[in-house]
């Protein structure tokens, strides 16, 4: 299933977190964009069993240059404010709920 996705509509010069914002629900892997933009915060909700991981990618088709891992193995929720440059792309690849805003 891939990712539900909301883009925000505000006019200007973007100041926010992150124009979109999207929800993966399940463990797998979405390309959120082809060309360069910002990943911008990710929020993890894992269960902790079995260990959560979640990867970011700054590439347009493929797992490689990874920007960013964590690996969670207790439950709850992580929010990791993050605000990286991305020059090719945002890809996510995941094993739990997690809510990616970017731009």
């Not at 463990?27 to 060309?35: G, P, V, W």
């Not at 960013?68 to 990286?84: H, K, M, P, Y």
């Not at 090719?88 to 094993?95: K, L």
Request: aromatic letters at 4%.
């Amino acid at each position: 299933m891939a990712s539900i996705n909301r883009t925000g509509t505000q006019s200007g010069t973007e100041v926010s977190a992150g124009s979109n914002t999207s929800l993966i629900v399940l463990a797998e892997t979405n390309q959120l964009k082809a060309s360069g933009g910002r990943l911008c915060k990710i929020i993890t909700f894992a269960t902790g069993t079995p260990v959560a991981t979640i990867d970011c990618y700054d590439h347009s088709s493929t797992n490689t240059n990874k920007v960013f891992s964590r690996v969670i193995s207790a439950a709850g929720v992580t929010i990791d404010d993050l605000s990286l440059p991305m020059q090719d792309g945002i890809r996510v690849v995941t094993t739990t709920s997690v809510t990616v805003t970017w731009s």
